[in-house]
């Protein structure tokens, strides 16, 4: 259970975040040239954690049947672009969450390292459920996590990742919580047209149920057919919106406060109140439980 006291590893109660709300490049190397500058920017305007959308690297090939040629763009941890990223979160002491199209062990993932502010990989968040819909095909390339949701304990707070997709899914940021996640990222593709408020609404709720912090990061700009919307935002544990961006370019920036969390926690104990043992349905994978009838 979080112990929810209010600070990051380091003892800080407030930590500036950054998102990198960008649209990219066909030039793989221009969309690393450019997240390293927005790196950069942050850091300058004083924020010590960045995140950055889904796939941020390539055009967003899912929303492509089956691209003959999308295993090209595929990286693993220790390619020499994660290496770049390692050594700029160490030069700038900043936290980076990255997503990129990952082959490990033979699969093919919806990935987002983390590393800390002295350049350490803690580790690797894969995308847990895979849609197939329109112009989001990604059953065609991705395999559903093999690791699960994972927490990360980085030199400026416990740090969660849900991915695109997996924020719909309330049992994604609840157990990202359970774990102690102070601010959970969520990188995304969203699209113009969407139900963008109801999205809003989810994060506000997740955020307000789970008393964290929830950090969504879009895409921007037109890719084909299609654009991407932005309006990428972070809701407090009060559930309100702190910040949000339009449809442009920007680097989203705000102050995250951990006292918040503690106090959310005392006045709305939603995850020490909780009766799991109630809860069996849920991890049997049944649509209703069923009842005995009186």
């Known amino acids: 259970m979080p112990a929810g006291d209010g600070r990051g590893r380091d003892g800080m109660k407030k930590v500036r975040v ?82 990129f199209y990952e082959k490990s062990g033979g699969k093919y993932y919806d990935s987002s390292p983390v590393i800390d502010a ?88 997740a955020a307000y149920q789970n008393s964290v912090y929830v950090a969504a990061v879009n895409r921007v700009g037109r890719e084909g057919p299609v654009t991407y919307c932005g309006e990428s935002l972070i809701a407090g544990p009060l559930g309100k919106t702190i910040t949000k961006a339009g449809g442009r370019e920007q680097l989203v920036i705000a102050d995250i406060d951990y006292a918040q969390i503690a106090k959310a926690r005392k006045e709305r104990p939603f995850l020490t109140l909780r009766q799991s043992r109630h809860y069996g349905a849920i991890t049997r994978g049944k649509s209703r439980a069923k009842s005995k009838k009186t």
Do not use: W
């Open 118 to 205: 002295d350049g350490r990989l803690l580790g690797v968040s894969r995308m847990v459920h895979i849609v197939q819909t329109k112009h989001y095909y990604e059953q065609d390339y991705y395999a559903p996590s093999n690791t699960g949701f994972r927490v990360y304990d980085t030199k400026y707070g416990k740090v969660g990742v849900v991915i695109c997709f997996d924020r719909h899914f309330p049992e994604s940021v609840r157990i990202a919580a359970l774990k102690g996640a102070q601010v959970v990222f969520a990188p995304s593709a969203n699209l113009k047209g969407e139900p963008l408020e109801l999205f809003e609404a989810e994060m506000r709720v």
């Open 18 to 99: 950054a998102l990198a709300q960008m649209a990219m490049s066909p030039e793989f190397d221009t969309n690393v040239r450019k997240c390293l500058k927005l790196m950069e920017r942050a850091h300058s305007r004083g924020a010590k954690m960045i995140c950055y959308p889904e796939l941020q690297f390539t055009r967003f090939f899912p929303r492509h049947r089956k691209h003959k040629r999308a295993h090209k763009h595929a990286m693993s941890t220790r390619h020499p672009v994660v290496g770049a990223f390692r050594q700029k979160a160490q030069e700038l002491g900043m936290v980076c969450v990255l997503n």
